[in-house]
């Protein structure tokens, strides 16, 4: 199944992230269990096989999908969950609602603070390497979405993190002014370097579709499976 739908999986180390708000001032540390994340942002051909739709603007069956409402992720991880034979993790119900189940095995978003602590794959600068060498942005994409997988992946073997497609989130902002909004991470192919950082969050509508945002599967592992805090990790980064 996994190769049909181009879903590459690595296991992500338990570990303690800080997520900062500037607009807010806020800073929220958070303790990461281990989980499982996509190794790529979810392609065109991916997204064409499990919902037969195309809705990006620019099309490349390898291009990251864009032009996706947080919605249309989330409807993409139940249906690639009953493909996949496993237990979708959202309930979708009435009036626009939804709820994670906790127990589901299927594929979901990333929390963002999971996001970011892969993202960040124990370093504690702004971002993982230099950022011509692992991120598509307005200065090197020739302002278009680039193939995916093209940059120098992470320590943890994490392709695009930084550029290329922002990428939703499953949590809600927190805000007061808009509570519905969903986070987005990790900046796009048409944004400037300082959008492209491990810490910078966007918050939007989830029904928001632009070209330059897509998204990225994640799967939850067995409670008390690899939960411990790794070796060497670096608590609480921040830039």
């Not at 409807?75 to 939804?98: E, F, K, M, Q």
Request: charged share 25%.
């Amino acid at each position: 199944m996994e190769g049909v739908v181009e879903v590459g999986l690595v296991t992500i180390p338990a570990g303690r992230v800080a997520v900062t708000d500037r607009v807010t001032r806020t800073r929220r540390p958070v303790v990461v269990n281990s989980y499982e994340l996509a190794t790529l942002p979810t392609t065109q051909e991916s997204y064409a096989r499990v919902t037969g739709l195309w809705p990006s603007v620019t099309h490349g069956a390898r291009l990251p999908v864009e032009t996706v409402s947080w919605w249309d992720a989330v409807h993409y991880c139940n249906a690639l969950s009953d493909l996949a034979g496993l237990t979708p993790v959202y309930r979708i119900g009435a009036w626009d609602t939804v709820a994670r189940d906790h127990a589901a095995n299927g594929f979901r978003l990333p929390t963002e603070a999971e996001w970011e602590h892969a993202c960040r794959a124990g370093t504690g600068g702004p971002r993982y390497g230099p950022l011509d060498e692992v991120a598509w942005y307005r200065g090197n994409s020739a302002e278009r979405p680039r193939a995916v997988g093209g940059k120098r992946p992470n320590d943890w073997g994490l392709h695009d993190m930084l550029g290329n497609v922002w990428e939703w989130c499953w949590d809600t902002d927190g805000g007061v002014d808009h509570p519905d909004y969903r986070v987005l991470r990790g900046g796009g192919w048409c944004d400037e370097h300082w959008s492209c950082r491990a810490s910078v969050r966007r918050r939007s509508h989830p029904t928001l579709r632009l070209d330059d945002i897509g998204f990225r599967v994640a799967r939850s592992r067995p409670t008390g499976d690899g939960d411990a805090e790794p070796p060497g990790h670096v608590p609480y980064a921040s830039s």
